[in-house]
């Protein structure tokens, strides 16, 4: 069985600080993990996953998440927020338990970005 | 660049009525999703297409719901009778190879159905 728990609904920043969006998961295997954004009226479009491969995974827009095993996380980090950067993003886990690959999603979380 | 899309982007229907959602895929992909999302829950997995039959189902997925490849374009989700509970965001995705641990869908913006 898998599940994911996105810590926070909302988060807000101000333009030029760090985010961090934060993903906590349960996996019976060897999980993949996703994040996706989702801009308004738009479809949700991937940001980085993380496949087993370097723990620290990079992805578009200067986004990176690093997995961590021991704390069961993958929380979605960049440097600095821009206002572009304001929409939902939803972590997603998959792991291929008893042969099923159906993706779980998070509830989202919706940043928010001041000037 | 290639997308997904969906029609119509917000489709309002009379409970006990059948909806079809429409999706066009990436025209090389070969692997067909419908996700919903209940306003303020959690995308939920529908089901699953490939080579013209279902490859895997959620519980969602009941007698009620069909899906279809009618041509080589277009990608629908049928909801033969509906009810107020189907009220949801409906997302159409895509994916080259059967995704799951290594291989990404793409998604559409989204059919927002009402049902009054």
């Known amino acids: 069985a898998q599940s994911v728990t996105q810590l926070d609904s909302h988060v807000s920043v101000s333009e030029g600080t760090p985010v961090l969006l934060r993903c906590n998961y349960s996996?019976?295997?060897?999980?993949?993990l996703f994040w996706y954004v989702q801009h308004p009226n738009k479809g949700l479009q991937l940001l980085l996953k993380?496949?087993?491969?370097?723990?620290l995974v990079k992805g578009i827009n200067g986004f990176e998440a690093e997995f961590k095993k021991s704390e069961t996380s993958f929380h979605l980090t960049k440097p600095s927020a821009h206002m572009s950067d304001a929409a939902e993003y939803f972590c997603?886990?998959?792991?291929?338990?008893?042969?099923?690959?159906?993706?779980?999603f998070g509830r989202g979380t919706s940043l928010i970005v001041h000037p | 660049e290639p997308e997904v899309t969906q029609t119509p982007s917000h489709q309002v229907t009379q409970m006990g009525q059948e909806v079809i959602l429409r999706c066009v895929p990436i025209?090389?992909?070969?692997?067909f999703y419908w996700y919903r999302q209940i306003l303020g829950q959690k995308v939920e997995f529908l089901v699953s297409?490939?080579?013209?039959?279902?490859?895997?189902k959620s519980e969602i997925f009941d007698d009620q719901f069909s899906v279809e490849r009618p041509d080589g374009s277009n990608f629908t989700l049928k909801i033969r009778s509906t009810k107020l509970e189907d009220s949801a965001m409906y997302f159409c995705?895509?994916?080259?190879?059967?995704?799951?641990?290594?291989?990404?869908?793409?998604f559409g913006p989204g059919t927002r159905l009402t049902v009054l």
């Open positions: 995705a895509s994916s080259e190879e059967l995704a799951g641990t290594y291989n990404e869908q793409f």
């Open positions: 996996s019976s295997y060897s999980p993949s």
């Open positions: 993380y496949t087993s491969a370097a723990t």
């Open positions: 997603v886990v998959s792991d291929l338990g008893g042969g099923s690959y159906i993706p779980t």
């Open positions: 025209s090389n992909h070969l692997y």
């Open positions: 297409f490939y080579n013209n039959e279902i490859s895997e």
